[in-house]
Each structure stands twice: as C-alpha cells, then as structure tokens.
C-alpha cells in the first residue's frame, strides 16, 4: 500500500454555494484523508501562477477572474493512490461529462464553474502543496 498525497481546491462557485463540508464528505467517503485545508481569496497574482500551465489557452483571463471571484479551500488530500482516487471522485472536468456519483456531476455548474480542481499528477500535486502550505501545516 502506497500512502500518498496530492492537493485539491473548492472552488468559488461551491463556497458561494455552502458546499464545502458536503464536497469533504464525499473525499472523505472516497478514502481519502484531509491532511491540510484552509480557506482564502486568491489574489489575481497567485490564480495566475497556479494556473499558469494555461496561460495560452483562450479561457485563461475568465479561468482567472473566477477563480478570484469569491473565497476557495485549498487543501491536501492523503490516501492510497491519492491523485488517481481523487480524479476519480472528482469526475471530468465538464460537469455533463461526469460520471454519476462524482462530485462535478452532483455540483458542477459548467466546465469553468466545477467545483473542484486536483492535481493531474505526483509531481504536480507536490509543486500545488507547496504553493499554498508549509510542510508544519500538513498533518496526517
Ligand atoms: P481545473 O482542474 O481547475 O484546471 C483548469 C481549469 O480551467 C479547469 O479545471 C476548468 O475549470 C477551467 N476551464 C475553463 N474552460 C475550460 C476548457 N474549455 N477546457 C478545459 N478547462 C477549462
């Protein structure tokens, strides 16, 4: 059993929502554990470097205005498989696409306004945890 970790957002539009205990309710339920979370507003600054992998992509300025739009919870995730476990929870990033059960089906607004976002990969999700938490503030 490999024990790993990997980070995870809730985003603007399910703060907006209250959705938060419910979205950590279906990770818990996953398998997974919250090691770290906390609640913050980006600022532009930090939306466009964590995003910056999409700078070129046409929806970047409305990725970035979103994601600064209103409060999110960054958080770390540990379990086993973690950043595959997540996905999995997670479902595709367009919420019509999700498969039943996952969190963007049930609350997914459309393919910006998801509700979530999870690292893509282990050495993804190691850069993301870094980018928001101090390994003092992670606790399994
Ligand atoms: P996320 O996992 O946070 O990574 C980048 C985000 O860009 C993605 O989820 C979507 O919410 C958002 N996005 C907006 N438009 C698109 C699009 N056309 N294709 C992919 N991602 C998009």
């Known amino acids: 059993m490999t024990v790993s970790r990997t980070f995870s957002i809730i985003k603007p539009d399910a703060t907006r ?11 818990e339920e996953a398998g997974l554990r919250i090691v770290a979370q906390k609640r913050l507003r980006l600022t532009r ?11 070129a992509r046409p929806f970047f ?42 969190i963007r089906k049930r609350f997914g607004e459309s393919i910006e306004a998801n509700s979530v976002h999870g690292s893509d990969s282990p050495e993804t999700a190691a850069a993301e945890i870094a980018f928001f938490f101090t390994p003092a503030e992670i606790t399994g």
């Open 45 to 55: 600054a930090q939306a466009e470097e964590f995003y910056a992998v999409h700078k």
């Open 61 to 102: 300025a409305d990725l970035v205005a979103f994601m600064t739009s209103g409060p999110v919870v960054v958080q770390v995730l540990e379990g086993e498989d973690a950043v595959a476990r997540n996905r999995a929870v997670m479902g595709a990033t367009d919420p019509a696409k999700a498969e039943p059960g996952t």
């Open 17 to 27: 929502r209250n959705l938060t205990g419910a979205i950590d309710a279906m990770l």
